[in-house]
């Protein structure tokens, strides 16, 4: 299939090192890429590119003694916005429910706050935070889109999220808890 979709996400940490360290080891991508870039206003800024195992990355720049950027701000664009902790989020593929699956065991194994499976009708995901508070998700599409899917209607029915599962006021924190700037870093 021709490519079209993203190439890569950029982001911005202040922990390069936790990032990772989260990304290496919890998520098991590689790092692709590395440089310093020195921007022409002064100090360095720190870039990594992860590949997510398909080739699509995603970066992180990490800015150091950089004129007109405060050593501190919120890494998480839901926090920083004062938004509900879910509303920008980032969503990776995984190709079965199966995988789904295991992507959750081998992250709670690794220690990282995981929620059950959500069902969203036509795809389930799980959510979890990286270390700079920014959510993100695993998603398996489960089955073909068509027309009606395209129309815009209250579909909360459908959309079982995580199906009053006993753990489910637990994992909705992880889905709408805040970061802040010391949790971040
Ligand atoms: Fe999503």
Known sequence: MKRAGVHHLGLVTLDLERTIEFYTNKL???IAWCDMMKPLAG????HVFFDTGDGCFVSFMCPDKMP???AEFSTDLNTAQNLPGFFYHFAFWVDSVEELEEKRQSLT????EVTGIGDHDWAKSIYFRDPNGML???CVTVRPLGEEDQVMRDR????????GHPDSPRWMQILSGRSSVSAAR
């Open 68 to 70: 007109n950027v405060p």
């Open 156 to 163: 909360s029915a459908d959309n079982r999220m995580f199906g």
């Open 43 to 46: 100090g360095v800024v720190k």
């Open 28 to 30: 098991g991508w590689k």
């Open 136 to 138: 993100l998700e695993y």
């Open 109 to 112: 194994d690794k220690g990282v």
